[in-house]
């Protein structure tokens, strides 16, 4: 059942060198850099998301994602999930309008995994960067890098990963789009609120708030090529690819920024809508699940995590 959760809307990662992740963020993702704070923090998006940001970078002493939030349709929304989450058994903090600039009050909870969440019902839309509104040209002139075009999802590691699929279905009204299992085993669930493959994603883990990767969407397979390009021209550590994922379809690269988070850019996919059943892996078949073209996963994809 739809529940009024839009989209992801924006992932808070912590870098440890603040600079160093804007190089990484601004001109080899291709990040557009739209505002800082007192705090330090600094503002980006993909160049086709109208609102003003999607990914916070912070400085801190050890890497990984503070949070990820989604926008909802409306304040109404906003506080009737707040009161869902409580007597669901959330731990539920309402922060006030304003701590993130030209953003809504934000409704901020704990999964059962351990990884922090957000809801917001508005956030200031100064439109996709360079290109109007009206009588739009198809892409603007000044992209940097490989020109990520927005934030697409993330992927989460923990133990509870059945409690915090029961969140996200029955409070948040997301649905499975597709998942692994082995035998009655959930091992990986892929969930939308949208049409998308997926917007969040959990792996069974035996530590708890593990950050996996957040994701970034490019128009096509010709540019996750040219990504791999600008990782091998730039020196980007890179993870594996570019090749495609047997879940979702997708094609894929996987490489890390400076500080050790993990990022993935991402075209194609599949799509999905509620009353689609999800498309189900099994445990014998996850190498190809996970990378469909080399049919197994390298250690390292696995196991480093922030």
Known sequence: MLKGVLRPGHVQLRVLDLDAALIHYRDRLGLIETGRDDAGRVYLKGWTEVDAYSVILREADSAGADFM????????????LADDL?????????IPAGDLPGTGERVRFVAPTGHVFELYATREQPGKWGVTARNPDAWPEGLRGMAAQRLDHCLFYGRDIDATIRLFTEVLGFWRSEQAVDGDVTIA????????????????????????HASFHLPSWEAVLRAADLISIHDIPLDIGPTRHGLTHGETIYFFDPSGNRNEVFAGGNYTYPDHPPVVWTADEIGKAVFYHQREVNPRFMTVLT
């Open 189 to 212: 669930s892929f969930l939308s609120c949208s049409m998308k493959a997926h917007d969040v994603a959990f792996i069974r883990h035996d530590e708890d708030g593990r950050f996996h």
């Open 69 to 80: 939030g989604f926008k909802v349709l409306d304040a109404a929304t906003l506080d009737r």
């Open 86 to 94: 409580a007597k669901w058994g959330c731990p539920v903090e309402r």
